[in-house]
């Protein structure tokens, strides 16, 4: 009876024992499987177009406030739906090296990340044209809706001095991705 009982154990405990190397391994391999298959769908997103909707889509005016960082962008632009993922935008940006400037930019929602980021990515030659054509466009407003010579004088004004503000507030993009 003891030589029973005492190989019935022996046989227990190989079985307990070996099922319980065969959940460990099952549980690896599901953790594996897990782990791979995010960073595909992370990998994807990041490297390949990938757009919030299909196209048409919509389009959706963005405000880049003075001192915004690439992080803050991301996460009005995530909350706006026109970026599926804070994550690859971040990275993306940070590897093609974005420099963004204050402003009011038009994207879409099916824009990919890489097409959203050549968007807002502007240099500070281009920003201060940007600046130029915004005050030339408010001087041309302002002429048609005053109809008189009233509305030019003032509209040079206005002018001169955004040209002027446009020199002082252009910078160079710093490495936190801060907008100048």
Known sequence: MRNEDSSLKSISSILIGVAGHVIAITLLVLFAFTVVNFGYRFGYTVF????????????????????????ELA???????????????????????????????KVNTSMSTKEILKTIDLTEEEYEDKLKLEAA????????????????????GSG???GADAADTAGESTE????Q
């Open 176 to 179: 936190s991705g801060e907008a």
């Open 48 to 71: 390949c177009a990938d757009s919030a909707e299909e196209a048409p889509g919509r389009d959706v005016e963005i405000v880049v406030e003075k001192g915004e960082t690439i992080d």
């Open 137 to 156: 466009s408010a001087e041309t407003e302002d002429g048609i809706i005053s109809g008189g010579d009233e509305g030019q004088d003032a509209a040079e």
């Open 75 to 105: 996460e009005k632009l995530y909350a706006d739906h026109v970026i599926p993922n804070t994550y690859a935008f971040r990275i993306q940006a940070r590897l093609y090296d974005i420099g963004f400037y204050p402003g009011t930019y």
């Open 160 to 162: 001169e001095s955004t």
